[in-house]
C-alpha cells in the first residue's frame, strides 16, 4: 500500500527566512498532493494542493512543487511570519475517486522566532 | 451552523461505559471520514463513508461502530474502550470527484479520555 514519508518532524526558522518541509511517496499512482496546516487547538484546514500534471504551483507566500520521477513533493513558505506557527500535514491521493486512498504524513511542527 | 461540527467537543468515560460521537456536515458533500488524532499517529483515517455506504475499515477494532444515517450526518459509537483510545476524534467531510483528489473539511474535533 501507499506509504508516506515527511521530514523534519520539528522545524524552528527566523521570522522572514524561508521553510520548506519535503514529502515522500511510494505509490506512483498517486495523482493529488495536498498540505493542510493545523493551528494549536484548531482543525487542519487546506492550504494549497498540486496534482499530478503540474510541476509546481504558488498562492503568494506558499508553493508546492512535485518530483513525480523522484516521488517527493514538498511545500515552501517565504518571508515567514509568526502566524505560520503551526503543524502541517502533506497528504497524498490515488487517481480513483474513492476517499479512502488518502494518505497524511506525520507532520512537521513549524515555529517561527522572532 | 456552516462547516462540519462535532458534538461533544469534550468527552470522558469509564471503560465500561457507551457513548456516541456525531458529526453533521452543512456543505452538501456526498463524503465523510472519522480520524483519530493522537501524538502516537498524527492523522489515522478510521473510516469513510461514500454516499451513506461505508468504502474503508482501517482495521480499526470492533468497540468503534460508526454509523451514517444519510449523507449530513455521522455517528462514531464506542463501547467497551481502553486508555489507549484515549485521542483527539476529527469527521471530516468533502465532495468525491471522478478526476479523484479532492480538499476535506474537518470539524473541530472531540477529544476523548478514556478512564
Known amino acids: 500500500g501507499e506509504n508516506v514519508e515527511q521530514h523534519p518532524s520539528t522545524l524552528s526558522v527566523q521570522e522572514g527566512d524561508s521553510a520548506v518541509i519535503k514529502c515522500t511517496y511510494s505509490?506512483?499512482?498517486?495523482?493529488?498532493f495536498p498540505w493542510y496546516k493545523q493551528e494549536l487547538g484548531k482543525r487542519p484546514q487546506l492550504i494549497i494542493d498540486?496534482?499530478?500534471?503540474?510541476g509546481e504551483k504558488k498562492d503568494q507566500r506558499i508553493a508546492v512543487t512535485l518530483n513525480k520521477t523522484a516521488k517527493h513533493f514538498s511545500l515552501h513558505i517565504t518571508e515567514t511570519q509568526p502566524e505560520d506557527s503551526a503543524v502541517y500535514f502533506c497528504?497524498?491521493?490515488?487517481?480513483?475517486?474513492?476517499?479512502?486512498?488518502?494518505?497524511f504524513g506525520s507532520g512537521t511542527r513549524l515555529s517561527i522566532r522572532p | 451552523e456552516t462547516g462540519v461540527t462535532q458534538t461533544p467537543r469534550h468527552l470522558v468515560m469509564g471503560m465500561t461505559n457507551k457513548k456516541s460521537l456525531k458529526c453533521e456536515q452543512h456543505?452538501?458533500?456526498?463524503?465523510m471520514y472519522w480520524y483519530k488524532q493522537s501524538a502516537k499517529k498524527p492523522l489515522e483515517l478510521m473510516f469513510v463513508?461514500?454516499?451513506?455506504?461505508?468504502?474503508e475499515n482501517n482495521s480499526v477494532p470492533s468497540r468503534f461502530s460508526p454509523e451514517c444515517p444519510n449523507s449530513s450526518h455521522l455517528f462514531l459509537h464506542l463501547h467497551t474502550l481502553q486508555p489507549e483510545d484515549s485521542a483527539l476524534y476529527l469527521c471530516?467531510?468533502?465532495?468525491?470527484?471522478?478526476?479523484?483528489?479532492?480538499?476535506?473539511?474537518f470539524g473541530p474535533g472531540t477529544r476523548l479520555t478514556v478512564l
Open positions: 471530516a467531510s468533502s465532495q468525491v470527484i471522478t478526476s479523484g483528489g479532492h480538499e476535506q473539511f
Open positions: 505509490d506512483s499512482a498517486s495523482n493529488y
Open positions: 498540486i496534482r499530478s500534471n503540474v
Open positions: 497528504a497524498v491521493q490515488g487517481r480513483y475517486s474513492s476517499a479512502s486512498k488518502i494518505i
Open positions: 456543505l452538501g458533500h456526498n463524503a
Open positions: 463513508y461514500n454516499f451513506k455506504e461505508q468504502t
